[in-house]
């Protein structure tokens, strides 16, 4: 799932960026649209996962139970970030933010659930206190990374589950990426509040469903203010 999004930058950010061409490693990204730096936003899909998920060089950020920042090397001669860059922690902090991601419309009716607005903060990608471990270490990751590193994160999180609940719920985990690319900031969505063997969400009248490799199957991704969403890219 993709999307641009657009803060404006301070005058002071903007002066000397520059536009680079950027190629994507042999991949096609679904579900692609663009905001109104600039962020593209992508879901990866369960393909584009094994390409995204392979072992690569990285140097660690930071690193606790609650998550993991740290940069990654990208050995595609294509690849080209503009780093390292300096980004004030407001704009990562609004960008982590304005991330959304929800069950599909279609999904939300098979299962019987009310087709109305949601409140916006039931479906942010990150919580506050994620908002608040993720936003410095990007920051920082952001401002000392070479052109050809990546900066990774990955957030953990334990779902709620009644008292009467019989087994100890397993850790689930939100991760991605994120460069800059001239005046935009890439950030992939590679998992969503996942952990191995969890079940995907499905009707009970659906006998098999699909593997849910990356807990986006049924999800989309988006950001909100919604009139960010740019048309012409």
Known sequence: MGFLFLPT??????????????????HTPSRSFS??????????IPLLI??????????????TSIGSVFLESVSDSSFQASHPIKLSETTVGDVLRGIHTKEKSGLLLLLGKA???????????????????????VTAALAQATA????GFRIYSTPYLASSAKTAPQREMTAGYLFADGLSLHVTLTQYRHYPGKRPTASQKEPRPLPDTDGLRDREV???PEGAIRSDV
């Open 9 to 26: 930058l301070p005058a002071t950010l903007r002066t000397g960026f520059h536009t680079r061409t950027h190629h994507t490693m042999n």
């Open 222 to 224: 988006t950001f909100l």
């Open 50 to 63: 094994a390409g995204c998920a392979g072992s690569r060089p990285t140097t660690s950020i930071q690193e």
């Open 115 to 137: 087709a109305k607005s949601t409140n916006l903060n039931d479906i942010r990608t990150f919580s506050e206190d994620e908002i608040a471990f993720l936003t410095p270490y």
């Open 148 to 151: 050809t590193q990546r900066v």
């Open 35 to 44: 905001l109104r730096l600039r962020v593209l936003l992508l879901g990866c």
